[in-house]
């Protein structure tokens, strides 16, 4: 498996439940990056990490919380989510900040 | 903070015909400016970029201009091809690690 891969593809989970998603770089990449893509809108950046540190929360709710156990996984842990939520949760890396950013596939979240 | 306007949101062009999308930007100490393709249920994928010490960049039929006077950057698109249909952002780097994006364009090649 070679670049940026994230799991699942899809999701739909209810409101209380709880789940998690996964991202693997394969690039040897020291950032990596959490986005939310929601239709007709930029992309919003929500997490940030270097080197396994979170660099940037931009002002996320606490219902989403991030993991970095190692520069090549990221992981976004989901509870109580709400129907806006509902968006394609895109993965990126980056050899360091100021490098092009690697896309994932995304993650489809559907939040019933 | 950063603040990336994107026109027009979307765009139809005949086969063979040139594509323009033109993006702003609000802080004028940004300084990256990539553009990102993304096909129908695909990632984005980086297609050209340019630095804020470079005024215009080539790359085959893809061609990016910034004027940093006006805070604005285009993407040019000539001779466009079906495999051009996609979604296109554009973004700019406010500070070492973020990029803020537009909104995207919605280009439709027509056969």
């Known amino acids: 498996e070679t670049g940026v891969t994230q799991t699942p593809r899809h999701l739909v989970m209810g409101m209380t439940n709880k789940k998690s998603l996964k991202c693997e770089q394969h690039?040897?990449?020291?950032?990596m990056y959490w986005y939310k893509q929601s239709a007709k809108k930029p992309l919003e950046l929500m997490f940030v990490y270097s080197l396994e540190e979170r660099v940037e929360n931009n002002s996320v709710p606490s219902r989403f919380s991030p993991e970095c156990p190692n520069s090549s996984h990221l992981f976004l842990h989901l509870h109580t989510l709400q129907p806006e939520d509902s968006a394609l949760y895109l993965c990126a890396s980056s050899q360091n900040f100021r490098d092009e950013q690697y896309f994932g596939p995304g993650t489809r979240l559907t939040v019933t | 903070g950063e603040n990336v306007e994107q026109h027009p949101s979307t765009l139809s062009v005949q086969e063979g015909d040139s594509a323009v999308i033109k993006c702003t930007y609000s802080?004028?100490?940004?300084?990256?400016f990539p553009w990102y393709k993304q096909e129908l249920g695909k990632r984005p994928q980086l297609i050209i970029d340019i630095r804020s010490n470079v005024g215009e960049k080539k790359d085959q039929r893809i061609a990016v201009t910034l004027n940093k006077t006006a805070k604005h950057f285009s993407l040019h698109i000539t001779e466009t091809q079906p495999e051009d249909s996609a979604v296109y952002f554009c973004?700019?780097?406010?500070?070492?690690?973020?990029?803020?994006f537009g909104a995207g364009t919605t280009v439709t090649v027509r056969a």
């Open positions: 690039l040897g990449h020291n950032a």
């Open positions: 802080d004028s100490a940004s300084n990256y």
């Open positions: 973004a700019a780097r406010v500070n070492d690690y973020k990029l803020s």
